[in-house]
């Protein structure tokens, strides 16, 4: 019997090598049949093709054509984030060299549950996670799956200094994942401070937290999910110092602004949170996972504390080796932060600023042309790159069909949000290669799908 071949070791490179070109060519392959950011077709053509592609799932004899086989079926029925009419969700196409890091992290597959599985990645790691802290004005960072899981971090962080209970506060338009973690951890239900405006206000916050009995919790958000818009930070900081309340500010989206020399400014008030949600596959162009929880007080990560002999022995700890299974809730873990390092010092701050600096200067330019079409709606000038516009004179069901024509057909993908009481189209602009011609392109999909 020949075994298959490893990833790593000695012949680890010589076996990916001829695998690579295969995979490259079934993305090339799988990509030309689709055609468009998306597969027309609907979610039955779809599954019908990928059926096809896969036949017998666990097949007695296998296949040495699978790989081929299903990167193709899967690049064929792929929503690529790369393609410009690709703009529904905070859904980044991942940078080359970004990628290319990560399969590294796949053929290597350290672990960061413990040093002995992983002495590198967790050098890495410590330093890089501490760099990204700082430059959100905090002091650490934890390395997690996305901004879910670092809600639910801050949360359970936010408990725990707090001996074993918080009512978080938050604004109507918080991200879902912060009142599911409140939830899972047995937190009252979350206080929602009403924002017909979009952001928390800061009077109607004031006399929610005079209202309430702490301890308190207090989250912000800098970038929804919706509209993209940043709560008033420096404002809430203070109201949060004047309760006694704890702040934490979910800025998955907006967070990449700290790379932009021109948009910085607007996350002041950062440096005054408790805890921070940084989300590097939205604004910072990675593959999926990229989270960061920033914290600003590093012994609370105290509670996340664990011992398991085989993993972290105390004589061990005391002999030298870094104990690192405090550092996250997941055991076995992948080293995303290789491909973050290696994006961060190939691109440099400035060069991760002019990304985010062309998306949002896309995004204002879109908001524009809709401006100026007769036949369409804008919500609002784009406050970070998401423009919410609907054709005019639509009722909510015209533009939820609109949405889901474009879908079916395979032609572009929009998002939908709901505010004042209206349904929206949302394009959300995370694509630094779309050009102008594109953005026309969209608006004219747009207008060719919604019924006369
Ligand atoms: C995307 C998002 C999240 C969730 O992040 P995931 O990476 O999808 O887990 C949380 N908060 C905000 C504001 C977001 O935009």
């Known amino acids: 019997m020949s075994l298959p071949p490893l990833a790593s070791g000695p012949g680890g490179p010589d076996a990916l090598r001829p695998l690579l070109d295969t995979v490259l060519d079934a993305l090339a392959a799988g990509a030309a049949r689709r055609g468009g950011p998306l597969p027309a077709g609907g979610p039955d053509g779809v599954a019908a093709r990928v059926a096809d592609a896969l036949g017998d799932v666990l097949p007695d004899t296998g296949d040495p054509d699978a790989l081929h086989t299903l990167v193709q079926a899967l690049a064929e029925g792929a929503a690529d984030p790369a393609d410009p009419l690709c703009a529904a969700h905070l859904h980044c196409p991942p940078l080359a060299v970004a990628t290319a890091a990560d399969l590294a992290a796949s053929a290597l597959n350290p672990s960061l549950d413990s040093w002995d599985q992983s002495p590198a990645a967790s050098a890495l790691e410590a330093a890089v996670a501490r760099t990204l802290a700082r430059t959100a004005g905090l002091a650490d960072a934890l390395?997690?799956?996305?901004?879910?899981?670092?809600?639910?971090?801050?949360?359970?962080?936010?408990?725990?200094?707090?001996?074993?209970?918080?009512?978080?506060?938050?604004?109507?338009?918080?991200?879902h994942s912060l009142a599911r973690a409140a939830w899972l951890l047995g937190l009252p239900e979350p206080v929602v401070v009403p924002t017909?405006?979009?952001?928390?206000?800061?009077?109607?916050?004031?006399?929610?937290?005079?209202?309430?009995?702490?301890?308190?919790?207090?989250?912000?958000?800098?970038?929804?999910?919706?509209?993209?818009?940043?709560?008033?930070?420096?404002?809430?900081?203070g109201l949060c110092t004047a309760h006694g309340a704890r702040l934490h500010i979910d800025a998955a989206y907006g967070g990449g602004l700290l790379f932009s020399d021109r948009h910085r400014d607007r996350l002041a008030g950062l440096e005054a949170a408790h805890t921070v949600t940084l989300d590097l596959h939205k604004l910072g162009w990675q593959p999926v996972a990229a989270g960061l929880l920033a914290v600003a007080r590093p012994h609370e990560l105290a509670a996340l504390r664990q011992r398991a002999d085989y993993l972290n022995a105390d004589d061990d700890t005391e002999a030298g080796l870094p104990d690192l299974l405090g550092r996250s809730l997941r055991t076995t873990r992948r080293p995303d932060i290789l491909k973050i390092a290696v994006t961060l010092k190939t691109l440099g701050r400035s060069g991760l600023g002019a990304l985010v600096d062309q998306v949002c200067a896309r995004a204002r330019e879109f908001a524009s042309l809709v401006q100026d079409h007769p036949g369409l709606e804008l919500h609002a000038r784009p406050v970070i790159s998401t423009v919410l516009f609907r054709p005019a004179d639509a009722d909510d069901a015209t533009v939820a069909v609109v949405r889901r024509r474009l879908l079916q057909e395979g032609r572009a993908v929009l998002g939908r949000a709901r505010a004042d009481g209206r349904l929206w189209l949302k394009?959300?602009?995370?694509?630094?290669?779309?050009?102008?011609?594109?953005?026309?392109?969209?608006?004219?999909?747009?207008?060719?799908?919604?019924?006369?």
Do not use: M, W, Y
């Open 196 to 237: 017909p405006h979009g952001t928390l206000d800061p009077a109607t916050l004031h006399e929610a937290l005079t209202a309430l009995p702490g301890p308190l919790l207090v989250a912000a958000t800098a970038g929804t999910t919706d509209a993209g818009l940043i709560d008033p930070l420096p404002e809430i900081a």
């Open 143 to 175: 390395v997690t799956t996305g901004g879910t899981e670092s809600n639910q971090l801050a949360l359970l962080l936010a408990r725990e200094a707090h001996g074993g209970t918080v009512q978080l506060v938050c604004g109507a338009g918080a991200h």
């Open 427 to 452: 394009a959300t602009f995370l694509n630094p290669h779309a050009r102008p011609d594109d953005l026309a392109h969209l608006l004219k999909l747009v207008e060719g799908s919604t019924p006369a």
